[in-house]
């Protein structure tokens, strides 16, 4: 298999034009963000267009970090830049597509495709967790399974590699057929099909038939043979050389793999598995039906792969294998730890392609506080082991880290090596001896990365180091932020500007750690309500220009000193702080309708002239609030405040001499009114997911999920009341569990009673009964299996946020913004 293509290889290649001199060097890497370039003197940048962005304009900063070779589509884009070396293309996306699909050719081992509705991702990392100890195996980074994240994901593979897992996700017609040509996968999985990215298909058959074509030329395809459309279409449409491996649960399948329940201990369930000659009994460590499903695909590979010849262990040493997946992560997550820490669990699996993108994640999140990295020993086949602690290395020799731990017998082997790539270097030979020296190593102020190998537990040192907080949860999926950031984008001319407003905790989702993720992903401005949170996101590292919606005279002398932006509403203000004598951005906010804040009309002259004698002050915009842009029947008098503000504005503009930003639509405002965008747009809750407007439901993530856990269960005899007042009577013999969240929490006592229900398993469980201060008690009589100590689910989704709204008789924004700080926040990323 051929490595390190050359610049002038991968020229040929591409059938380009060279721009510059020719080039021999190795190319190792592909780049597409010139905000993670790691190793750039063997780095290829891709120049992609995309809608509401192009690689062409990040060309300098890639030069400037060190990249010295580049893929172009635009040749006007190429300056005064020595030394580069350029291939001009038609398109870099599918240049892109053509070097991973001729690097794909020099793979003879197997490669995994899955592609599926849902559980691509967690069936990867299940097969890669199974399969590691014996095969060198690489698979997808995360979710790579996009038009760009397959050939990323392709690229990867080495010689070393005895067999590929990867993911392939479409949202449209005509996506798969190019996926399928990069991948050209030898065995596939079909993990099932549901409602995801329907907008895309005319139908559920139309979409099963586009997946399938990534299976057009597999030697084996693994499917549910109970998913009857997916079973149906696959035997119409497969060809006679494709070995299909059906597989079905409690029902026998002749033809497949025949799985049986056999019964269920505590949180385990034991299955029976016979396929011709093969007849064996195994546990699984859970007891809901997707994770079952899932790891009954994985089990699927296990047989087929065995059967070929490719696995050799024995199924005791898989069956044990198989009960290291309970309750296994699969995202890395962010938490708050003790002294000040910041921490980014990444623990349940290591290799170097995954510590790169946990690295990545790190930069980009912290940006206030030392980095440091706990590194247990690399599992994985296939590779020499001083090579690959060398290539570790140099990774973190691109970073400045404070702290590396390094845990293990091989990574300790090999200590010389990372003598150097941190100020303090420690290494330990177990996780227990790292938790018995935790006080010695103090850890405080820092940002500590956990990545390792699942048999060393480092789970256990996140935990102890986590800050010991409420049981209730908010997860807040960074990922959503940039869906939804890019859905309002599509939306926007190419030179509109975004303000992201951030204010009120930034909706319960935490204000420093959403204000993190816009920053890196290119927002202009952030809003805030008060000097305090523009004050905290400055210390925090945020470098934004700030918008204080309602900034108090007692922290004037802080605008200036953290250089953050305040509305003016009225000229006491502009006149004091023109008194500071001190240069000074400032927003004018003139009331067009809303009759709250705002400077009127007859008041324009008299702005002008307090600006005129204080030219310390700059305007940076002018914005008006619109009343009621997501209520249709109120569009005439949207149109009038329109109108009102662009006259207004115009005004401002020619009597200042100078331009001037000019905003007046708010999220719902986007979507209604996209001829009124002017130079900025002020995105606020549909950035969190929640669309008033209900025309891009199908698009948007809700970013946060609020879950809590069953501490008690009770058999409750029917007459019986359950909590205060007695308001909570048992209709019949009942069992009640008591859930650690109450309105201390955020969740309303309007919501008690019956008027809503969590989940539970997959099902709902009403309230009964009041809610009280800290907890609550939910009726799970008709929900099997309950057991204390499980997951139960406030709201994940649009839909559970919206009833849990009703019930409480208000609206969504309240919803998020009641949730408490004593709610502990984990942010992940997909």
């Known amino acids: 298999m051929k490595m390190g293509y050359t610049f002038d290889d991968i020229l040929s290649l591409l059938e380009g034009t060279l721009i510059g001199e020719q080039s021999t060097t190795q190319i190792e890497h592909l780049l597409l963000d010139s905000r993670k370039i790691v190793f750039p003197e063997s780095a290829l940048f891709f120049a992609l267009k995309g809608a509401k962005s192009d690689g062409h304009l990040y060309l300098e900063d890639a030069y400037q970090k060190g990249v010295r070779h580049f893929v172009i589509s635009e040749k006007n884009e190429v300056k005064s830049f020595p030394n580069a070396h350029f291939i001009l293309v038609k398109d870099t996306l599918q240049a892109l597509q053509t070097l991973a699909q001729h690097h794909r050719l020099q793979f003879i081992q197997p490669i995994v495709g899955i592609t599926g509705s849902n559980a691509k991702t ?18 997808s980074p995360k979710s790579y399974n996009s038009q760009i994240g397959v050939p990323l994901s392709v690229w990867s593979l080495k010689s070393h590699h005895q067999i590929a897992i990867l993911e392939a996700g479409i949202s449209e017609v005509g996506e798969m057929r190019n996926l399928q040509k990069i991948i050209q996968p030898t065995i596939g999985i079909f993990t099932n099909i549901g409602s995801a990215h329907d907008a895309g298909f005319e139908s559920q058959t139309q979409k099963i038939q586009e997946k399938l074509q990534l299976f057009q030329s597999v030697e084996t395809l693994i499917y549910r043979s109970q998913h009857t459309a997916i079973h149906q279409e696959i035997q119409v449409s497969s060809s006679n050389e494709i070995k299909l491996l059906s597989w079905s649960l409690d029902e026998k399948n002749d033809k497949g793999i025949t799985y049986t329940t056999l019964g269920s201990i505590r949180q385990q369930t034991q299955l029976r598995a016979v396929y011709h000659e093969i007849d064996f009994v195994f546990s699984l460590p859970f007891k809901d039906a997707a994770s079952i499903e899932n790891a009954l695909h994985c089990w699927s590979l296990l047989i087929h792969l065995k059967q070929a010849g490719r696995l050799h262990k024995t199924w005791a040493f898989y069956t044990k294998k198989v009960l290291s997946l309970e309750a296994m992560p699969m995202r890395l997550e962010q938490k708050a730890g003790v002294h000040n820490c910041i921490l980014i669990d990444d ?80 290494f330990y030979t177990t996780t227990n001896d790292l938790l018995q020296n935790l006080e010695k190593e103090d850890f405080k102020n820092e940002c500590i990365l956990f990545k390792g190998a699942r048999s060393f537990q480092l789970e256990r040192v996140v935990n102890a180091l986590s800050q010991k907080l409420h049981r209730t949860i908010l997860e807040i999926n960074l990922n959503a932020f940039a869906n939804n950031l890019q859905v309002y984008r599509s939306l926007l001319k190419p030179d509109t500007k975004i303000m992201a407003m951030v204010k009120a905790f930034s909706y319960g989702a935490g204000t420093y750690q959403v204000a993190n993720i816009l920053q890196f992903h290119k927002v202009d401005y952030l809003a805030v309500a008060y000097t305090d949170e523009g004050i905290a996101l400055r210390q925090a590292g945020i470098t934004l220009p700030i918008m204080v919606l309602n900034p108090d005279t007692a922290t004037y002398d802080a605008l200036f000193r953290y250089h953050l ?30 009759n709250r804040l705002g400077l009127q009309e007859n008041q324009l002259e008299k702005v002008l002239n307090v600006l005129s004698q204080y030219p310390n002050l700059k305007v940076a915009s002018v914005f008006s609030h619109l009343v009621a842009s997501d209520d249709k029947s109120h569009q005439d008098f949207t149109l009038h405040q329109l109108g009102f503000f662009k006259k207004m504005a115009h005004q401002i503009e020619k009597g200042l001499g100078y331009s001037i930003l000019k905003h007046i639509l708010n999220t719902a405002g ?84 019956g ?27 008709d929900i099997p299996h309950v057991q204390e100590g499980e997951e139960v ?22 919803i998020l913004t009641l949730i408490s700080g004593r709610v502990k926040r984990v942010y992940y990323q997909d």
């Open 755 to 781: 008027k809503f229900a969590f989940k539970v398993h997959g099902q709902l469980a009403p309230i009964i009964g009041n809610v009280c201060m800290d907890m609550c008690m939910i009726d799970v009589t």
């Open 670 to 753: 986007i979507v209604h009114y996209p001829n009124y965008q002017m130079d900025m747009v002020r995105l606020g809750l549909g950035l969190y997911g929640v669309d008033v407007t209900q025309q891009l439901t199908h698009q948007l993530e809700l970013v946060s999920r609020l879950k809590s856990y069953i501490s008690q269960i009770k058999e409750v005899k029917a007459a019986e009341t359950i909590g205060y007042n007695r308001s909570g009577v048992a209709q019949r013999d009942s069992k009640i569990a008591t859930v650690s969240i109450g309105y201390g929490d955020g969740l309303m006592r309007l919501s008690g009673n």
């Open 122 to 139: 967690i069936i990867k990392e299940w097969l890669y967790l199974l399969l590691s100890e014996e095969l060198a195996v690489v698979r």
């Open 793 to 814: 689910i406030i709201f994940d989704n649009l839909e559970s946020l919206n009833r849990l709204a009703q019930a409480c008789q208000t609206i969504s924004y309240e």
């Open 347 to 426: 623990a349940y699996n290591a290799d170097v392609e995954a510590l790169k993108i946990a690295l990545d994640f790190q930069s980009q999140q912290n940006r206030h506080l030392p980095n440091s990295l706990i590194l247990t020993d690399i599992l994985q086949s296939g590779q020499a082991q001083k090579n690959l602690y060398q290539s570790i290395v140099h990774l973190l020799q691109q970073k400045k880290l404070h702290r590396f731990i390094g845990i293990g017998s091989a990574i300790g082997q090999h200590q010389k090596l990372f003598k150097k790539i941190a100020q303090q270097v420690s």
């Open 565 to 594: 932006e305040p509305e003016i509403y009225d000229l006491t203000q502009l006149e004091t702080l023109g008194q500071y004598r001190q240069p000074l951005d400032i927003h004018l906010n003139f009331d067009t309708g809303m």
